[in-house]
């Protein structure tokens, strides 16, 4: 039962960040549109999915910092998933730059929306590579 309840509240808590984030980026987005400031919003959406990532792992994590053994990091997941990954979240925020022009495959992420899945992705790579000896 304790590993329920530990499951079912991790899922609440990480359901409440969701859908408060959600609503914060509504308001950046309505406030962008007021003040014709768009980064804040751009960010946002770029950052947020990366840190939902890191919590869908997070729960694990520590339940595996608990076993007190030595700590690496695998290197080979972080730049093989990791790094295209963190490449695709931050399609969106690189395109209002002076790159937008030069990079590769923008439009089909924008077309595909992969940005967020991306984003969610590399969050959990990146703590899931880090790994006990």
Not at 40 to 45: L, M, Q
Not at 75 to 97: C, N, R
Request: glycine fraction near 6%; include cysteine; aromatic fraction near 16%.
């Amino acid at each position: 039962m304790g590993k329920f309840l530990r499951y079912f509240f991790c899922t609440v808590a990480i359901g409440f960040i969701i859908f408060s984030g959600s609503r914060y980026e509504l308001q950046l987005i309505e406030k962008g549109q007021m003040n014709y400031n768009f980064w804040p919003a751009v960010i946002f959406a770029t950052v947020f999915p990366v840190l939902i990532g890191i919590l869908l792992r997070l729960p694990k994590l520590i339940t595996e910092i608990k076993r007190d053994k030595a700590w690496s990091v695998n290197w080979i997941k972080l730049l093989a998933v990791g790094l295209p990954t963190l490449y695709v979240a931050l399609v969106p925020l690189l395109s209002f730059t002076i790159l937008g022009k030069y990079l590769p495959f923008a439009l089909e992420i924008f077309h595909l929306d992969l940005s967020n899945i991306a984003g969610l992705i590399f969050g959990y790579v990146m703590l899931d590579s880090i790994k006990e000896d």
